[in-house]
């Protein structure tokens, strides 16, 4: 076995009990997952579920965006939510952080390039990586007590994050553009939809992006226990003393 811990990624964000569980579930040699990135990682991982279900991996991927209207284009391709926040410097600040929202939305909306217009399809995507995200919450919080496992999570964290990214990319085997704007949609509901929650408790919402929300206002458990009730997907809080929000140079914004 050799891995080179200068170039590694791999090693530098999750020391060799990181390389060696990225191993164990993608089915790659140690050498081979020290030398490949998240992406490919997360790849050879759905690969090796595939194969292992008896589902044909096509060797090169040929199915192409589908044509669709421009009115369907610019209501789909929108990306993430974020919400300016106003130039400032704001006491006691905390931020509630979704865990690994995108793979969980995945999971929960049974998305998979075979399932868009086709929901009640059992969706191999969906249930490729819900072991995973499973594995990436334990290791999330038995990171708090055992400092051990933080190599493992960050690994795991990095595959679970470019998981989403890839089911936009035309030539991943199970990627979909139409599963990747689907993911974004939804969180966009979701984050909207907790920023509403969170202001109908009376708590300040200074700024959301994407999977997280920084708000003041207490108590934050009673908050983080509203939005795990209504969104279903888990929370994580960070707190902050302060924070500041610089303004552009042109004064539109921070």
Not at 88 to 103: A, H
Not at 234 to 253: M, N, S, Y
């Amino acid at each position: 076995m050799l891995i080179d811990t200068e170039q590694s990624f791999t090693y530098r964000e999750g020391g060799l009990p990181g390389v060696l569980v990225a191993a164990r579930i993608t089915g790659l040699s140690l050498n081979r997952t020290g030398r490949f990135t998240p992406g490919t990682l997360v790849s050879a991982f759905e690969v090796y579920a595939a194969l292992s279900q008896g589902i044909a991996v096509p060797w090169l991927k040929t199915d192409a965006e589908r044509v669709k209207p421009a009115a369907a284009l610019r209501a789909a391709e929108r990306g993430g939510m974020t919400f300016q926040p106003v130039p400032g410097v704001y006491e006691r600040v905390y931020q509630i952080d979704f865990t690994s929202l995108y793979p969980s939305i995945i999971v929960k909306h049974n998305l998979s390039p075979e399932t868009v217009g086709h929901p009640e399809r059992p969706g191999f995507l969906a249930e490729c990586l819900r072991p995973l995200l499973e594995m990436r919450i334990g290791t999330k919080t038995a990171k708090r007590t055992d400092p051990a496992v933080a190599g493992m999570d960050s690994v795991l964290k990095w595959m679970l994050v470019t998981c989403f990214g890839y089911t936009g990319y035309k030539n991943a085997k199970f990627g979909r553009v139409d599963v990747h704007e689907a993911i974004t949609q939804h969180s966009r509901e979701v984050l909207i939809s907790s920023k509403e929650l969170a202001e109908s408790l009376g708590f300040n919402v200074l700024h959301g992006i994407t999977d997280c929300l920084f708000v003041q206002g207490s108590p934050v458990s009673a908050l983080k226990a509203a939005v795990e009730a209504t969104s279903g997907y888990l929370t994580e809080i960070e707190t902050f003393d302060r924070a500041v929000f610089l303004p552009q140079k042109d004064r539109t914004g921070a």
